[in-house]
């Protein structure tokens, strides 16, 4: 889930650069719907464990919808289905370009950066992933954005492709727990 989260963010984020402008976008709670297609990369499993009911039901509700809508999701992550999640925006998010905490072997270069698109070339280098990337975001509106990320190189030695497309839009000013 963790991985879905970051690179939905990727696209409106992901940028060490010298003073980019920020996307116009508005802070608090976003949903985020993502498409990921990967090709080279080790099959993920198809199928979360399941969580039996008695142990669901001891949770609280707010921590069971998150459990339960990661367990939806987990299965098309990387199939080019779907999945959608929940997460806070801050201001810091937008100033930094950097959420996802892009690894120190990775080098970006902001190409193209507006309030309303951003564009940006990934590059990571350590000894068992070399991948380069391209990120495109445009926010449509203070409360609508959409992304794009295309990916290629090697992931443990195999040749790796892939791609993210995905949407957000804005929910509101609070942000409620997720993480």
Request: glycine fraction near 6%.
């Amino acid at each position: 889930m963790k991985l879905v989260f970051a690179l939905s963010l990727a696209g409106a984020a992901l940028v060490r650069a010298a003073d980019p402008t920020p996307l116009n976008l508005k802070v608090g709670e976003w949903e985020y719907s993502v498409t990921m297609k990967m090709a080279g990369m080790p099959q993920m499993p198809q199928q979360m464990p399941q969580i039996p009911p008695e142990q669901l039901a001891k949770l609280p509700p707010d921590q069971r919808a998150r459990v339960e809508a990661a367990m939806k999701n987990a299965g098309n992550i990387g199939s080019g289905k779907p999945t959608v999640n929940r997460s806070c925006l801050k201001k810091e998010d937008l100033a930094n370009f950097n959420p996802t905490h892009a690894a120190k072997s990775c080098k970006t270069t902001v190409t193209s950066s507006s309030s309303s698109k951003f564009e940006a070339r990934v590059e990571c280098n350590d000894p068992d992933n070399k991948t380069t990337s391209t990120i495109v975001a445009e926010a449509l509106s203070a409360e609508s954005m959409k992304f794009n990320m295309v990916s290629s190189g090697t992931a443990d030695g195999h040749p790796m492709n892939m791609t993210v497309n995905g949407t957000g839009k804005w929910l509101s000013a609070a942000c409620s727990d997720t993480k």
